[in-house]
């Protein structure tokens, strides 16, 4: 086939973006005309709702009415134990009597570091700061110090509260500057921290009694860690919902949003950089991508020990309340591309305000590889692939590709930029397989990726939900690394490949019908050798014969790694075992 070239590969890309955004527009056109109609509708009801009030009536059923008022405020705040997360972290939270027990073992510790714990205030809630202040005291890992610093609030109740927390214990330091942003104030709190440690409180947001204590218990075992986070959840109208239960660290998954979020506790070392004005918003993300490219012992703890309160000034509402720190998280990752060399764009999902690196692709030519292919299998792919260099052959043997894509014989592409989609994660030496996502043919997932189960099956993620589900913390649309993606869609280098059949002969055969066993078996070979798995959701291919979502076992790769089915590390383990569909277990 004819050399296309990067430089016409980049030309699409930008279309379909441009597509992208436009019809997102548009939908947001068609809510504001909706939403106004709605408005116009509630102002109706506002006027008739006065004219009640004022007149005779509507005074007294007011005041029948207000113990009623009373009990629906009550129900709310008790409303966490009524629904099934609250259900959930009510049972899997520490209670009081085990607070003090782990209080007595973490003085046993024989590493007991001081954390620093910055908290920038801006003229917050002073009610949400005293809970937040309240959250650090009742800890159960003694040796903290809490550094609160005012970035010039405007609001002069403020220094009044902070002198009265400071007073409230000795650990707690009070720093006070002119309004320079938050990165500003981070760095003055950073400038005053006398910890080995240092952890980042938002001064409206809680942290439960054994989050400290957790991240100092793991490094009683893993000493080499440098940056320890936790899963967390959201303070919704007075109750806890929305919980995001994280993989272990995922490189892949990051660079598509700040997914580390909090509780996150880090070496003092590592921030040595400190935060950057520039990147206000996601200051953060900012910074934890620089230690991103300083170490990889990043650590995991899965338990919700965090709790970022939605109110209407935080991200945690709305992303969309703050354009500006979406705008600063899309150049952080810019920036971080070019300090690791790596050529690629990044843009933002208009749909889920994620992000997407779009890297170049190499001049590689790939080999698609169909069993038994027909010319009409060539034919049909070639329509539908707008890849500058690719041949489709029949079997392994003919392929002359640098890269070797593996596809079932009724997969159907949905998009011409399938194979540049997956095409450009290779030219990440670290990646050493990459899947599609998978559709049926009735237009629901059947595989974005394998989730291995503690039963010794490899259940396929998302199976049965439709393409667009958003839900699950937008992990479906994500670039996501994944333990293995099944052999019905499966790109690879031939070296890899080779390398990997070679040590493995007799049982690795690409041929046979088990595509979810073949594609596991190799993935989990590729990450003994270092490399890693990504799925990438806008690679779509479409089956075009209905297949059902059999799962089996596979005992011979239980046995031969235990671990990775006991605790696969890019599934949450408080996550179903057993439907592999991002439910609580």
């Known amino acids: 086939m004819p ?15 441009l597509r992208a955004a436009e019809a997102h527009i548009a939908r947001l056109e068609e809510e504001l005309l909706r939403l106004k109609d709605v408005k116009q509708d509630l102002q109706v009801l506002r006027e008739e709702h006065q004219r009640l009030r004022r007149s005779a009536e509507g005074r007294v059923a007011n005041i029948l ?49 001081l954390i620093s714990i910055l908290t920038p205030t801006f003229n917050p809630n002073g009610e949400f700061l005293r809970a937040a202040v309240e959250s650090i005291i009742a800890q159960a890992y003694e040796n903290w110090e809490l550094i609160l610093v005012d970035d010039g609030s405007s609001d002069p109740r403020v220094r009044a509260l902070l002198k009265i927390l400071g007073q409230g214990d000795a650990r707690i330091q009070i720093g006070v500057q002119e309004h320079g942003g938050i990165s500003s104030a981070l760095n003055t709190g950073l400038a005053r921290a006398r910890g080995d440690w240092i952890a980042l409180l938002d001064h409206d947001d809680l942290v439960e009694p054994d989050a400290l204590f957790r991240a100092i218990d793991l490094l009683q075992n893993d000493p080499e860690a440098d940056v320890i986070y936790s899963d967390e959840d959201k303070i919704v109208d007075g109750r806890l ?42 200051q953060d993300y900012d910074l934890l991508l620089r230690v ?28 969309r309340r703050k354009p500006g720190a979406l705008e600063a998280g899309r150049r952080a990752i810019e920036e971080h591309l070019v300090r690791r060399q790596e050529k690629g764009r990044v843009t933002i999902e208009w749909e889920t ?33 707008n890849f500058p260099n690719f041949e489709i052959v029949a079997n392994r043997k003919e392929a002359t590709g640098e890269y070797l894509l593996f596809l079932d014989s009724d997969l159907e592409p949905l998009d011409e930029n399938w194979l540049s989609a997956m095409a450009e994660q290779l030219s990440n030496p670290k990646i050493g397989a990459v899947g599609a996502r998978i559709v049926s043919s009735d237009d629901t997932i059947e595989s974005a990726g394998l989730i291995l189960l503690p039963n010794g099956s490899a259940g396929s993620a998302f199976a049965g939900y439709p393409r667009n589900f958003r839900g699950a913390n937008r992990q479906l649309q994500a670039v996501r690394n994944y333990s293995a993606v099944s052999a019905s869609c499966l790109l690879t280098r031939r070296e890899v490949f080779e390398k990997t059949a070679s040590v493995n002969t007799g ?10 066993c073949v594609g596991t078996e190799f993935c989990l070979n590729l990450r003994e050798h270092g490399l890693r798995t990504v799925s990438i959701p806008y690679a779509e291919v479409r089956r075009a014969s209905k297949r059902e979502n059999a799962r089996a076992t596979y005992q011979d790769l239980q046995e031969r790694w235990p671990e990775m089915f006991r605790r696969d590390p890019y599934y949450n383990p408080n996550l179903s075992g057993e439907r592999a569909d991002f439910s609580l277990g």
């Open 292 to 319: 991103s490219e300083k170490t990889d012992r990043i650590r995991h703890i899965p338990r919700v020990l965090y709790h970022w309160r939605r109110t209407s000034e935080s991200t945690a509402h709305n992303i």
């Open 241 to 282: 919902a929305a919980p995001l239960l994280k993989p272990d660290w995922s490189p892949e998954f990051f660079r598509t949003h700040d997914y580390l979020g909090h509780f996150v506790v880090m070496r003092r070392d590592l921030a040595r950089t400190e935060f950057r004005s520039e990147f206000d918003g996601a």
């Open 507 to 516: 049982s690795f055969d690409f041929a046979r019908e088990d595509r979810v």
């Open 3 to 17: 050399d296309r070239g990067i430089n016409q590969y980049t030309v699409p890309v930008q279309s379909e973006e």
């Open 353 to 385: 305000h994620l992000y997407c690196v779009r890297r170049e692709i190499r001049s590689e030519k790939i080999s698609i590889i169909i069993n038994g292919a027909a010319a009409r299998d060539a034919e049909r792919i070639r329509a539908k692939t």
């Open 65 to 113: 009415s207000a113990p009623f008022r009373l009990f629906r405020r009550w129900q709310r705040t008790d409303a966490i134990e009524q629904d099934e997360y609250g259900r959930w972290f009510a049972g899997h939270r520490v209670s009081a009597e085990e607070a003090a027990k782990l209080r007595e073992q973490s003085r046993t510790f024989s590493y007991r570091p």
